[in-house]
């Protein structure tokens, strides 16, 4: 089935909407926090426990498991569901943001892109076309359209023909698109310009997507220019259809997403900082490394009602961790993805009693306290 999203509620302070994504697996809550399981996994996690943390749509990474272990090894165990157990909603990527990250201007055609393999450098060719036929023989719940992540920052000209192409990539993907059981979503770019912003969003539109992404933000700029680019293109986006920014994940940028209309996020950012010892707590990010919690026998946060915070201590958290133990990452990745959902989920209950506004300045005036006292220590 298509995935339906339905506008529930908006609060009348601001344009933080609160709303319902229904999918094969069922209907979420929105706005949503969404894991990143890059090569079929949560890194360190199994699908109890992301069903555990009260997670909905999972992402999977087209280019990686196009690598390893291929798509025809998915398709034949039945999907990307039952490859990995997880009997939930699943969103893969198209391979965009390796154009970004892996791939060389000069490398960047009309036809599609070459790559070198990060595993053995082997030359790769990824067209919209393949990236689609990858993800529709992945089966997961939504697909998005190939496009070409840019980098940070950019010429104006350089970006232009960047929309201008990747406009042209996405009548591609949505003519090679074939699979009845997925969604396919559209992905504005347009940089740090306003007005290719805007018009990279109406053009994204008229090819009538099943929803729509705002794509080529975190990727080097500061926070105001990153708002603004959402701010640019978000408005031209249609009100009954899902808005997803893309690989958007600290708390600060979630509560900013959520005022100007995302419905969804995800990011790496909460298991990468766990497997170097970092975890959210309610009063900002803390190293479990650091050796004054060698004897602190509390929680990592109090606040937290996950495995790690009700069956754990800071003190037990950081022997792992030293010791080099697989379980202290595992512990910290269940805490900091539960700790982004449950932030999903206090953003829901206050948008629908028209109190997001007070909630993002409560909250963030808690997280923002150890900055403050460091800032205060320092002057």
Avoid at 182 to 188: A, D, K, N, P, R
Avoid at 286 to 306: A, Q
Avoid at 310 to 320: D, G, M, P, V
Wanted: hydrophobic share 30%; proline share 3%; with cysteine.
């Amino acid at each position: 089935m298509k995935v339906k999203y339905e506008l529930l509620h908006k609060d009348k302070n601001c344009n933080a909407r609160y709303g319902t994504l229904e999918t094969n697996y069922g209907k979420y809550e929105t706005p949503m926090f969404m894991p990143v399981g890059t090569q079929a996994t949560v890194k360190t996690l199994d699908y109890r426990e992301i069903k555990e943390i009260g997670s909905g749509i999972i992402l999977s990474n087209t280019y990686h498991l196009w690598l390893r272990p291929g798509e025809d090894i998915i398709d034949k165990a039945g999907g990307l569901h039952k490859f990995m157990n997880y009997d939930g909603p699943i969103l893969t990527d198209c391979g965009g943001f390796q154009v970004f990250s892996l791939a060389k201007k000069k490398d960047i055609s009309e036809e599609g892109v070459i790559f070198k393999s990060h595993i053995n450098g082997e030359k790769l060719f990824l067209t919209p076309e393949k990236s689609i036929q990858i993800q529709n023989k992945l089966d997961s719940d939504i697909a998005m359209s190939f496009d070409e992540c840019i980098p940070y920052p950019a010429s104006y000209e350089y970006v232009k023909n960047s929309v201008e192409r990747t406009l042209r990539w996405a009548i591609r993907s949505k003519n090679a698109f074939n699979n009845p059981r997925q969604s396919l979503f559209g992905i504005v770019q347009g940089g740090e310009y306003k007005d290719l912003r805007e018009y990279s969003a109406k053009e994204t539109v008229k090819l009538g997507f099943d929803g729509y992404a705002i794509g080529g933000t975190s990727v080097g700029e500061d926070k105001e220019t990153m708002y603004k680019m959402i701010d640019y293109a978000i408005k031209y986006l249609p009100e009954d259809k899902a808005r997803y920014l893309m690989g958007v994940g600290d708390p600060y940028d979630l509560f900013e997403g959520v005022e100007r209309g995302v419905d969804m996020f995800d990011c790496v950012h909460p298991t990468r900082l766990a497997r170097h010892g970092h975890a959210f707590t309610k009063y900002g990010k803390i190293n479990l490394k650091n050796s004054k919690y060698k004897e602190d026998f509390t929680p990592v946060d109090t606040s937290c009602d996950c495995e790690c915070c009700k069956n754990y201590t800071k003190a037990y958290i950081r022997h792992l961790l030293v010791a080099e133990e697989t379980l202290g990452q595992r512990l910290l990745s269940v805490h900091n993805l539960r700790f982004l959902i449950r932030i999903m989920e206090g953003i829901r209950e206050s948008i629908k009693e028209d109190r997001f506004l007070e909630y993002k300045r409560e909250f963030i005036d808690n997280y923002s306290l150890m900055e403050r006292n460091k800032k205060k220590v320092s002057e």
